[in-house]
């Protein structure tokens, strides 16, 4: 069915494209009859017209879409609660949140010349000639990194130093082998490489041996056979890249009969509902989803001319939330 067109409407009214355009557009500085406006207004209704994003954007000087990049990964608890939270700080300001999962070898270019976004929310770095087009463009880019970074418009959250606190939570409680359990979706290797090489610099710091490594599946009998494992070779506390891979070492203690944390302590990542509701809770890391967010709807916003500054970076990005696990 044809998209219904202003030229539609102003047939249908009995007026041109030029006064349907006056009342569509609010025009208060034109001189309309009430019965006029009246009358395009309920004509529009009736045929089921809406405006052209493009020429409203083209008009207005910005489009109100903001595109939100996804790299390739798996949407779990954390990305949702990311996206739920810059959907809300951007509603507030008339913005609205487009999410794209980036797959394949398209380049990015084909997706925002399309959509016209008025700013980009990116989740992984993008390609140089793609920051490059939509900075030419007039387009915002703003983004998080998983090392540091002190650019104003990327929000950092180091992957390694996550990694890196789990481990000395450990040693302070007087573990000295740990194991690393890992997740079976290569779709997530960027974020555990980087916690692995923060647990492995940690247990080097004081003197302990390599943690070894094992992907671990979310099922108790294959977990049990981890877990079985590393407890013959001496191993008394694991590091769970997330708190869903913790849940499944717990399960899988517990298929072999291990007391946690008299025989194993655990600690994931994420502090997810599910974490406290364990048998024993969870030890996890909390992660300022909220407050990374917040900044990156504030870093777009400022782009905009929508705001006065820059936000200022939250102090507490992230931190361990002790619990009955360790």
């Known amino acids: 069915m044809p998209r219904v067109t202003s030229a539609d409407?102003?047939?249908?009214?009995?007026?041109?494209?030029?006064?349907?355009?006056?009342?569509?557009?609010?025009?208060?500085?034109?001189?309309?009859?009430?019965a006029t406006r009246k009358r395009v207004l309920e004509t529009a209704a009736r045929l089921g017209y809406t405006p052209s994003a493009p020429a409203r954007a083209l008009r207005s000087g910005r489009s109100d879409l903001v595109l939100c990049v996804l790299p390739d990964w798996t949407?779990?608890?954390?990305?949702?609660?990311?996206?739920?939270?810059?959907?809300?700080?951007?509603?507030?300001?008339?913005?609205?949140?487009?999410?794209h999962i980036r797959r394949g070898a398209r380049p990015?270019?084909?997706?925002?010349?399309?959509?016209?976004?008025?700013?980009?929310?990116?989740?992984?770095?993008?390609?140089?000639?793609?920051?490059?087009?939509?900075?030419?463009?007039?387009?915002?880019?703003?983004?998080?990194?998983?090392?540091?970074?002190?650019?104003?418009?990327?929000?950092?959250?180091?992957?390694?130093?996550?990694?890196?606190v789990q481990a000395e939570h450990l040693v302070e409680r007087g573990h000295r082998v740990l194991a690393y359990a890992a997740p079976l979706d290569d779709r997530l290797g960027a974020f555990a490489v980087r916690r692995?090489?923060?647990?492995?610099?940690?247990?080097?710091?004081?003197?302990?041996?390599?943690?070894?490594?094992?992907?671990?599946d979310l099922d108790a009998e294959a977990a049990a056979g981890v877990v079985g494992a590393w407890h013959a070779h001496g191993v008394t506390a694991v590091v769970a890249?997330?708190?869903?891979?913790?849940?499944?070492?717990?399960?899988?203690?517990?298929?072999?009969?291990?007391?946690?944390?008299?025989?194993?302590?655990?600690?994931?990542?994420?502090?997810?509902?599910?974490?406290?509701?364990?048998?024993?809770?969870?030890?996890?890391?909390?992660q300022a989803i909220d407050a990374q967010a917040g900044y990156l709807a504030a870093a777009l916003l400022a782009a905009l001319g929508l705001a006065e500054q820059t936000p200022t970076r939250p102090d507490d990005v992230f931190h361990v939330v002790p619990r009955a696990s360790t």
């Open 9 to 34: 409407v102003a047939r249908e009214s009995g007026v041109s494209r030029t006064t349907v355009s006056y009342v569509l557009n609010g025009r208060a500085d034109v001189v309309l009859t009430d």
């Open 75 to 99: 949407v779990g608890p954390a990305i949702d609660t990311l996206v739920d939270h810059l959907t809300t700080a951007l509603a507030d300001h008339g913005l609205s949140l487009l999410v």
């Open 108 to 164: 990015l270019s084909h997706l925002w010349g399309a959509v016209t976004p008025c700013a980009v929310v990116v989740l992984s770095p993008v390609g140089a000639d793609d920051a490059r087009a939509m900075r030419q463009a007039g387009i915002p880019v703003v983004g998080t990194a998983l090392d540091e970074a002190s650019e104003p418009d990327v929000f950092a959250v180091p992957q390694a130093s996550i990694g890196a």
């Open 196 to 216: 692995l090489a923060g647990v492995r610099d940690a247990c080097a710091r004081h003197g302990l041996p390599t943690p070894p490594l094992a992907a671990v």
């Open 241 to 286: 890249y997330n708190d869903e891979v913790a849940l499944a070492v717990l399960a899988g203690a517990r298929a072999q009969g291990l007391d946690v944390p008299g025989d194993l302590a655990v600690i994931g990542v994420d502090d997810l509902p599910a974490a406290r509701l364990a048998a024993p809770a969870l030890t996890t890391v909390w």
